[in-house]
C-alpha cells in the first residue's frame, strides 16, 4: 500500500504565508536555492513572478512596490552567495527610505555551512548593519513563523527591510500543513489629547505658522487628514524631501518640496516661521542639511512622528511626540484654531504667484541644446494627473524634485536618503506592477540608464509598460559641477558617452523616441503615454546647465589655475 504523504513542502509553506498576507506579486531572479518556492508558486498560481535580470534591480522593484501598496515588498535572492550578495544595494536603499523590503535570501544547505562551500560567504552578518533584522532559519518548522516575523517587524514602526536566510535544504524539507493567517500589525495612534492641546496653544499665537509633513502621511494614508488641517488652519504646508505628493499640486496651502532639492518658497517658510508642526518626518539631512539655513534658529517645532528616537534630533523639539502623522492630523483638526496670521498668508500667496512666474519663464527656455528645466516643464505639462513619477539621482534630477507635478496619491518614489543612481527604471516598473492600471513615467539621466538597461527587457516580458525619459548631458552631471566649480574646471571621469537608449529599446521590442530639442518633449511624452507601450524618450540637454548641491564638501583654492 502507497503511504500518500499529508505533509508539504518548506517552499509551501514560504508561498502559504506570502499569499495569506497580500502580497500577491514578488520579484526575483531565478537561482537554484529555492527552486521548491518557485514550484509551489507556479503550482498554487495566485502570486505573480516579475523576473529581473540583476538581483539589485529586483530589490528595487519590490520597494517601489511596497512604497505603493504599503505591504511588504518580497525580493527572492534565489541563489546563495553572489545572488544574494547582488541585492546588498537594494537592502541599504530600503534601510536609508525605511521602506518594508523583505528579503528572501537562498543560503548553502546546512550540513555544508561553515566548510568554505561553493558560493558561502557570512549572509547574516553581510546585511545586519543595513537592515531591521538578518537571520538564519535554521530548523525546518520555523520557517512560516520567523516569516512571519519578518514581515511583522519590516512593517512595524519605522519600516525598513529585513533579510530571512533560509538554507537550500529548508526549502525542500517537509513541514506539518499550515493555514497561514494574515499578520497582525500593531498601529500607532494619534498624539496623547494634552500633546494636542499644547500643539493647539502654540499654534493658536503664531503670527509665522507652518506645517512640516512628511511620508508619514504616505504610509498612513493621510493626505485628506494633511488637507484638512491645512485648510482649516489656512497654514501652509511644506513637503519633506522626496515627498513633493503629500498633497495636492497647486493646492492653494501647499507650498511644495522645502530644503535644498525644494523651491525658495518653502525653504523661507521653514526658515522664517516661528512656529512649525512637523508631522511624519525626522527633520532629516536631506531636507534640511541640520542647518538653521533651512529651519530658523529661533523657531519653536512642535515634532510628531511614529519613531521616537528621531523626534527632537536634529533641532529642539519644544513638543515632542511618538504618535502617527494622520491619526495625530486628524484630532488636531478639530482643536486647534485659525492662527492670527494674514500678513504670513498674504506673503505666501505673493511669493507663490511669483514661482509659478518662474516656472512659466523656466518653460520658455529656448536655447540648443535644451535646458533641462525647459525640458522638466514640458514634462510637467504632458504628465496626466494620476500618473506615477520616479526619479533617480544626480545634477538633472536634483533639478526635477521641486519642478513636476504630483495630483493623486502615492504619485512619486525617489531614492530618497540612500542617493544611488540607477534607481528610476527599477522602481518603475515595482510600481507599475502595484498599480497597472496608472501611467508611470521614470525620469533619469544619461548614466542612470546605464546602470539597469537591461530592466527595459523585464518590463516588456511581464507587460508592464513603463515610459523612462532619458535627459542626456553627456556627464555625471553632479560631480562635474563640483570639478567646474571647485577644481579649476578640471573635469577626470566626468564627461561620459552613452548609446542611443531610445534605439535599445526598439531592438528589446520596445518603443523609441528622440527628441531634437524644445517643444518636442512634451508631445513625445504624450505620444508615449497614448501607446501604452514601454518606451525611452532620449533628448540631449545643455551640458553646461548644472548646479552644485554639497558646497560645504568642497572649497575653492585660492588662485587656482585655469585652463585654457
Known sequence: ?????????????????????????????????????????????????VGARDERAAGHMADAWARMTGNPGVVLGAQAGPGVVNIVTAVAEAQLAYSPLVVIAGAITRADQAKDTFQEVDQVALFAPISKRSVMVTDPSRLAPMLEDAIRLANSGRRGP??????????????????????????????????????????????????????????????????????????????STGHADVMRHGHPWFAGQAGPRGNQVASRLTKEADVMVV?????????????????????????????????????????????????????????????????????????????????????RIATLPMHPRRALAEIRAALPENAIVTLDTGNTCLQAADRLAHYEPMSLITPLDFGLVGFGLAAAIGAKAAAPERPVVAVMGDGALGYTMIEIQTAIQHRLPVIVVVLDNE???????????????????????SPRYDKFAELCGGRGIWVEGPGEMGPALEAALASNETTIIQGKIDPGALMTLRKDLFKAPENTPQED
Do not use: C
Open 1 to 49: 500500500m502507497t503511504t500518500i504523504s499529508t505533509k508539504i513542502t518548506g517552499g509551501e509553506a514560504v508561498y502559504r504565508v506570502l499569499k495569506a498576507n497580500g502580497i500577491d506579486t514578488v520579484f526575483g531572479l531565478l537561482g537554484g536555492s529555492m527552486l521548491e518556492l518557485y514550484d509551489a508558486m507556479h503550482q498554487g498560481g495566485e502570486i505573480a513572478y
Open 279 to 363: 508631522l511624519g518626518a525626522r527633520l532629516g539631512f536631506n531636507s534640511t542639511f541640520h542647518s538653521n539655513d533651512y529651519v530658523g534658529a529661533k523657531t519653536r517645532i512642535a515634532h510628531v512622528d511614529i519613531d521616537g528616537s528621531a523626534v527632537g534630533r536634529y533641532f529642539p523639539a519644544e513638543i515632542a511626540v511618538q504618535a502617527d502623522a494622520r491619526l495625530t492630523a486628524e484630532v488636531l483638526t478639530a482643536a486647534a484654531s485659525k492662527p492670527a496670521a494674514d500678513e504670513w498668508r498674504a506673503a505666501f500667496k505673493a511669493d507663490m504667484e511669483s514661482l509659478a512666474e518662474k516656472r512659466a519663464e523656466e518653460a
Open 475 to 497: 556627464a555625471w552631471g553632479a560631480e562635474k559641477a563640483y570639478q567646474q566649480e571647485f577644481y579649476g574646471g578640471r573635469l577626470l571621469g566626468a564627461e561620459i558617452t
Open 162 to 239: 529585513v533579510v530571512l536566510h533560509v538554507p537550500r535544504d529548508l526549502f525542500a524539507a517537509e513541514v506539518a500543513p499550515i493555514d497561514s493567517k494574515p499578520v497582525n500589525i500593531a498601529r500607532p495612534g494619534p498624539a496623547a489629547p494634552e500633546d494636542i492641546s499644547a500643539i493647539a496653544a502654540m499654534l493658536s499665537t503664531a503670527k509665522r505658522p507652518v506645517i512640516f509633513a512628511g511620508g508619514g502621511f504616505k504610509w498612513g494614508q493621510g493626505r485628506e487628514a494633511l488637507t484638512a488641517l491645512a485648510e482649516t488652519l489656512e497654514v501652509p504646508v511644506v513637503a
